[in-house]
């Protein structure tokens, strides 16, 4: 009687468990999506949440424990898994303010139906203007004048800097003339 060899069984059988072996070797993407609109209160696509899906070409080792959402921060919200050292920004829609009102009516009635236009907010600084930087908190609050390096409206982020050699730093507009840098909200 002829014997197979075991081997030529046993190769098949990894072949199967080789693809499920390399879908735990990266983060599911999904699950990060799920996170962030979790954090910050608001589905893909409404005012405060995420603008896109996480890149789907994305190949990050997936987190043992289940990664940190902060944010927003400058627009985005960071997602990190503090285990394995990886960290991502998420682009946030703009309009944070009204998520906490939950979703605009008739916003997400369906991805073929167009939004309709925001009214154009007011430019209260614009580029070439001196604005005075704040920094500080309760307890400390530093000024310094600068220039803007672009124009925007209240609650924009803009880039500012000390003249035009120095590099720009990163300041959001609080009123006609003044810029505070985000972090320092306990004015």
Request: hydrophobic share 45%; glycine share 10%.
């Amino acid at each position: 009687m002829f014997r197979v060899p075991t081997i030529l069984f046993a190769a098949p059988a990894l072949t199967i468990v080789q693809p499920a072996l390399a879908q735990q070797k990266f983060e599911n993407l999904d699950r990060i999506d799920s996170l962030v609109a979790m954090t910050v209160g608001a589905n893909l696509g409404e005012p405060g949440g995420p603008a896109a899906p996480v890149d789907r070409r994305l190949r990050l080792a997936a987190c043992p424990t289940t990664p940190t959402v902060e944010g927003p921060v400058f627009g985005a919200a960071m997602v990190q898994c503090a285990a394995l050292g990886w960290r991502i920004r998420v682009p946030l829609v703009k309009g944070a303010a009204a998520a906490s009102y939950g979703p605009v009516p008739g916003a997400a009635a369906s991805r073929f139906t167009r939004a309709a236009p925001e009214a154009p907010k007011e430019e209260v600084v614009r580029k070439g203007d001196p604005v005075q930087l704040l920094a500080g908190n309760a307890s400390f609050s530093v000024s310094r004048m600068m220039l803007a390096d672009e124009g925007g409206a209240i609650g924009d982020t803009i880039r500012v800097r000390e003249d035009r050699k120095s590099p720009p730093i990163f300041a959001q507009i609080v009123e006609m003339g003044v810029v505070r840098i985000p972090g320092f909200n306990d004015f």
